[in-house]
Protein backbone atom coordinates (compact mmCIF):
# COMPACT_ATOMS: atom_id res chain seq x y z
CA UNK A 1 0.00 0.00 0.00
CA UNK A 2 0.98 3.30 -0.87
CA UNK A 3 -0.19 6.47 1.24
CA UNK A 4 -0.20 9.89 -0.79
CA UNK A 5 -0.38 13.18 0.59
CA UNK A 6 -0.49 16.17 -1.59
CA UNK A 7 0.54 19.96 -0.25
CA UNK A 8 1.06 23.45 -1.59
CA UNK A 9 -2.02 24.54 -3.21
CA UNK A 10 -3.63 27.81 -3.11
CA UNK A 11 -4.93 31.08 -4.52
CA UNK A 12 -2.18 32.39 -6.57
CA UNK A 13 -2.32 35.70 -9.64
CA UNK A 14 -2.50 34.42 -13.28
CA UNK A 15 1.45 34.57 -14.52
CA UNK A 16 2.09 33.12 -10.90
CA UNK A 17 3.92 30.20 -9.62
CA UNK A 18 2.89 27.42 -6.93
CA UNK A 19 5.61 24.11 -6.07
CA UNK A 20 3.17 21.46 -5.40
CA UNK A 21 4.87 18.21 -3.20
CA UNK A 22 3.64 14.59 -2.83
CA UNK A 23 4.61 12.79 0.11
CA UNK A 24 4.40 9.31 0.27
CA UNK A 25 4.49 6.62 2.62
CA UNK A 26 6.12 3.80 1.00
CA UNK A 27 8.95 1.59 1.28
CA UNK A 28 10.72 1.17 -1.87
CA UNK A 29 9.51 4.63 -2.92
CA UNK A 30 11.78 4.60 -5.56
CA UNK A 31 9.97 1.50 -7.33
CA UNK A 32 7.09 3.82 -7.93
CA UNK A 33 6.03 5.31 -10.81
CA UNK A 34 4.20 8.83 -10.01
CA UNK A 35 1.61 11.07 -12.11
CA UNK A 36 0.28 14.04 -11.24
CA UNK A 37 -3.68 14.66 -12.13
CA UNK A 38 -6.20 17.32 -12.01
CA UNK A 39 -9.77 18.28 -11.83
CA UNK A 40 -11.82 21.25 -12.99
CA UNK A 41 -15.46 21.30 -11.58
CA UNK A 42 -18.00 19.18 -14.42
CA UNK A 43 -14.66 18.25 -16.03
CA UNK A 44 -13.41 14.83 -16.36
CA UNK A 45 -9.59 14.07 -14.12
CA UNK A 46 -6.98 14.70 -16.83
CA UNK A 47 -3.45 13.81 -16.55
CA UNK A 48 -0.79 17.10 -15.93
CA UNK A 49 2.68 14.61 -15.50
CA UNK A 50 4.65 11.76 -14.82
CA UNK A 51 8.27 10.18 -13.65
CA UNK A 52 9.46 7.24 -13.55
CA UNK A 53 10.66 5.51 -10.10
CA UNK A 54 14.02 6.72 -10.36
CA UNK A 55 13.39 10.09 -12.43
CA UNK A 56 14.95 9.80 -15.16
CA UNK A 57 11.85 9.44 -17.47
CA UNK A 58 9.15 11.96 -17.82
CA UNK A 59 6.19 13.07 -19.61
CA UNK A 60 3.76 15.79 -19.36
CA UNK A 61 0.50 17.21 -21.31
CA UNK A 62 0.86 19.21 -24.17
CA UNK A 63 -0.68 22.02 -22.01
CA UNK A 64 1.62 22.28 -19.17
CA UNK A 65 4.99 21.42 -21.52
CA UNK A 66 7.42 24.19 -20.82
CA UNK A 67 5.54 25.98 -17.90
CA UNK A 68 5.28 22.69 -15.44
CA UNK A 69 8.17 20.65 -14.21
CA UNK A 70 8.07 17.64 -11.75
CA UNK A 71 10.84 16.12 -10.21
CA UNK A 72 11.07 13.67 -7.14
CA UNK A 73 13.10 13.45 -4.07
CA UNK A 74 13.68 9.59 -3.00
CA UNK A 75 15.72 10.22 -0.11
CA UNK A 76 12.16 12.61 1.13
CA UNK A 77 9.65 9.98 -0.40
CA UNK A 78 8.42 13.58 -2.21
CA UNK A 79 7.78 14.24 -6.00
CA UNK A 80 7.07 18.31 -6.75
CA UNK A 81 4.92 19.72 -9.46
CA UNK A 82 6.79 22.88 -9.75
CA UNK A 83 4.11 24.84 -11.64
CA UNK A 84 4.95 28.79 -13.37
CA UNK A 85 2.95 31.20 -15.84
CA UNK A 86 0.27 29.96 -14.12
CA UNK A 87 -3.18 30.43 -16.71
CA UNK A 88 -6.99 30.57 -15.32
CA UNK A 89 -7.65 27.32 -17.12
CA UNK A 90 -5.20 25.39 -14.60
CA UNK A 91 -7.54 25.86 -12.08
CA UNK A 92 -8.66 22.29 -10.78
CA UNK A 93 -7.76 20.19 -7.75
CA UNK A 94 -4.64 18.70 -8.62
CA UNK A 95 -4.16 14.98 -7.35
CA UNK A 96 -0.72 13.00 -7.01
CA UNK A 97 -0.95 8.85 -7.77
CA UNK A 98 1.21 6.01 -7.86
CA UNK A 99 1.21 3.12 -10.34
CA UNK A 100 2.05 -0.30 -8.99
CA UNK A 101 5.79 -0.91 -8.21
CA UNK A 102 7.93 -1.51 -11.30
CA UNK A 103 5.65 -0.86 -13.89
CA UNK A 104 6.27 2.11 -16.65
CA UNK A 105 4.51 5.65 -16.54
CA UNK A 106 1.32 6.64 -18.09
CA UNK A 107 -0.71 9.33 -18.49
CA UNK A 108 -3.84 7.39 -18.22
CA UNK A 109 -5.93 7.79 -14.59
CA UNK A 110 -7.08 4.01 -14.33
CA UNK A 111 -3.73 2.57 -14.79
CA UNK A 112 -2.84 4.36 -11.69
CA UNK A 113 -3.57 2.66 -8.47
CA UNK A 114 -3.36 4.62 -4.78
CA UNK A 115 -4.32 8.28 -4.96
CA UNK A 116 -4.37 11.47 -2.95
CA UNK A 117 -6.79 13.96 -1.02
CA UNK A 118 -6.08 16.43 -3.63
CA UNK A 119 -5.02 20.04 -3.34
CA UNK A 120 -6.66 23.15 -4.65
CA UNK A 121 -4.99 25.03 -6.94
CA UNK A 122 -6.91 28.20 -8.28
CA UNK A 123 -5.73 30.39 -9.96
CA UNK A 124 -7.59 34.26 -10.55
CA UNK A 125 -7.30 36.17 -13.83
Known amino acids: QVQLVESGGGLVQAGGSLRLSCAAS????????IGWFRQAPRLEREFVAA????????DYADSVKGRFTISRDNTRNTVYLQMSSLKPEDTAVYYC??????????????????WGQGTQVTVSS
Open 26 to 33: ARTFSAYP
Open 51 to 58: TSGAGGNT
Open 97 to 114: SARYKYARTSNLAAEYAF
